[in-house]
Nanobody, 119 residues
Framework: VQLQACGGGLVQAGGSLRLSCAAS????????MGWYRQAPGKQRELVAS??????NYEDFAKGRFTISRGNAKNVVYLQMNSLKPEDTAVYYC???????????????WGHGTLVTVSS
């Protein structure tokens, strides 16, 4: 199983970016997908998550970020608007899923994608 994230980059404050993450491999079902971020010198923190249409946002993301699943349910997006310099971080995709012939719900992480917001 792999989670492939993309969409990071350099943007000016007030700008927008859209992150994408696709899960691939021996997947039978995905229960939850989410985005985390880790800024330099800080711990990794949750940004937003989505599960069967239920979304959850951390306070700093509410009103600015939108998480959604693609028509292909193995894809998750994070639309980030009104970006601030403090949003600068490496953003990681996360998923809880089951593989075929394996009933265990397992957590997977994608590689990070760097978002840099200049002032």
């Amino acid at each position: 199983v792999q989670l492939q994230a993309c969409g990071g980059g350099l943007v000016q404050a007030g700008g927008s970016l859209r992150l994408s993450c696709a899960a691939s491999g021996n997947i039978s079902s995905i229960s939850l997908m989410g985005w985390y971020r880790q800024a330099p010198g800080k711990q990794r923190e949750l940004v937003a998550s989505i599960s069967v249409g239920i979304t959850n946002y951390e306070d700093f993301a509410k009103g600015r970020f939108t998480i959604s699943r693609g028509n292909a349910k193995n894809v998750v997006y994070l639309q980030m608007n009104s970006l601030k310099p403090e949003d600068t971080a490496v953003y990681y995709c996360n998923a809880y899923l089951k593989r075929y012939r394996d009933d265990a719900l397992r957590e997977y992480w994608g590689h990070g994608t760097l978002v840099t917001v200049s002032s």
